[in-house]
């Protein structure tokens, strides 16, 4: 390595100048390189290429479908630039991918599958944009949004629980607009409250009702590790959750970096959110000690409070909108380590009371009306994930499956459900 990038520093510099010679470089990973290589005299002159915008995706679409237009394959209902539209943050190589891929979809169409042999009727295939549309669900961009792992954090829909969480859902999304609409340093809000009281779901309904275009979730407990730390370059709108399940068994150092980079790439887009689910977690805290990452809590405080002077640069140029969400459940650890102030607001997600119950049981329709009613009035300062649990473990002792029961076909047994109160509150 040394070796190569000597040679490389001496190709460049050389014994004598060598005029009217231009030396470009590419990379995937700036961050990688030797400094000594990006000096001035060498490699000085740094421009980031970023995913296409709009009317770029409309020129690639154009030059990719080029020849089948020319060839009369293009279908008269292939809309280029509604495809450009649908096609936020597909990188040109992606957009390429698509039109292959809606090629492949025209072919098939073609295709005797009883007889391959048979020849395919090659002057009447006709790419549509149906094929497109195909295409597009079979090609997603890497750095893409996933609904679906948003949907993930709240796999059973997402339930009104309350007046007091509809207040905090609206005001963070005053601060969704906020973010988008003015440009200035991050804004920060924590959500903390009782474990399973709903924050983590709360933050991606957020991130759903937003209507990001890129969202990405970050969590192994739900089957997203593929989703990890991903570069996020020049998007036009972010959305990561960094959460400590994407992260079991990394070391310190590992995850302090990963988290750093995260930031980093976020603040390079022009519009992101990044969400720190169970911060308690990510600085590994435990109460016995205590005990809790001194680094990664420098990593967040770094990127909370003092951004780099590169962050600064895209901000003060208009260039970098970021909303960081913040959940946890011990907000005094957080006030002792002094990261709770690092946020600009805090809400405090609360535990149903009877009537936020009364109104999640309704929703849910689990009960016939009377034992409705029965059943809220035995629930208080609940937490929303021990009512699920409840509601699962009654249909167990219904000998019923939960999805009998979440999908309305059968109601549950109030005795049994009061049965499962009484052992789960006596625990
Ligand atoms: N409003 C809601 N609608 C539907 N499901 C919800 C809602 N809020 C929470 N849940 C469900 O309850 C469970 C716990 O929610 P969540 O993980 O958001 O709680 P949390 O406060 O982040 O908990 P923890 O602090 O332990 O991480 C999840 O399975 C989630 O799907």
Known sequence: MMIRLTLVNFQIDGVEALNNVLVIGMTNRMDMLDEALLR???????????????????????IHTKMMKENSFL??????????????????????????????????????????????????????????????????????????ALQNCRPKGFVDCGDRQNLIYQRIMFLVDQVSNETGPPVTCLLEGPSGSGKTALAATIGIDSNFPYVKIVSKARSLISFLFTFIKMLPLVFVQVSADTMAGLQESTKAARIAKVFEDAY????????????????????????FSNMILQTLLIYLNHLPKEVCFLITQEKSKLLVLGTTSELTFLKAVGLRKAFSVTYDVPLLRTEDAKKVLKQLNVFSDDDMEEAS?????????????LIEMAAQRDGRSKETIYNRKEKLNLNHFFDCLEEVTEN
Not at 40 to 62: F, T
Not at 377 to 389: R, T
């Open 75 to 148: 279908a008269p209902d292939v809309n280029l630039q509604e495809l450009a539209a649908q096609t936020k943050n597909y990188s040109g190589a992606e957009l390429e991918g698509v039109v292959k891929s809606a090629t492949s979809y025209a072919l098939n169409r073609h295709l005797d599958i009883e007889d391959l042999s048979k020849p395919v009727d090659e002057e009447n295939i006709k790419v549509t944009m149906d094929d497109f549309l195909q295409a597009l669900r079979e090609v997603k961009p890497a750095f893409g949004a996933s609904p679906k």
């Open 377 to 389: 009035k035995a629930l208080n300062d609940i937490p929303i994930k021990q009512l699920y649990f």
């Open 268 to 291: 390079k887009s022009p519009l992101s959110i990044v969400i720190l689910d169970n911060i308690e977690r990510l600085l590994e805290y435990s109460e016995i000690g205590p005990r």
């Open 40 to 62: 001035s005299g060498r490699l000085e002159v740094h421009i980031e290429i970023g995913l296409p915008d709009e009317a770029g995706r409309v020129q690639i679409l154009h």
